[in-house]
Nanobody, 122 residues
């Protein structure tokens, strides 16, 4: 079974930093894209940042210049470094592994972590 486990969330003051990690474990042959999403209270889940298997990155406009996504393919782990945090960054953050294959013959699928809470106080 494949599992994604996030860590690193917590409570921080505005202007502070947090680093989220998400490790995929289990039988994994390959992972295409990895991404971080967030869901603020009472709102829909939104894409925050994504990274391809070759390292190309993309960000939603509101986090550009403040957040950095990276991954360690050998560890099947994706990170999100969050700097200059704002109260509006408060949300549950989820990681997603896209196109994850458990064997060379399997069809890739999407897997999600359970989420980690990030709260930014003003």
């Amino acid at each position: 079974q494949v599992q994604l486990v996030e860590s690193g969330g917590g409570l921080v003051r505005a202007g502070g930093s947090l680093r989220l990690s998400c490790a995929a474990s289990g039988t994994i042959f390959s992972i295409n894209d990895m991404a971080w999403y967030r869901q603020p209270p009472g709102k829909q889940r939104e894409l925050v940042a994504g990274i391809t298997s070759s390292g190309s990155t993309s960000y939603t406009d509101s986090v550009k210049g403040r957040f950095t996504i990276s991954r360690d393919n050998a560890k099947n782990t994706v990170y999100l470094q969050m700097n200059s945090l704002k109260p509006e960054d408060t949300a549950v953050y989820y990681c997603k592994a896209g196109g994850l294959r458990v064997s060379v013959r399997s069809i890739g699928g999407d897997y999600w972590g359970q989420g980690t809470q990030v709260t930014v106080s003003s």
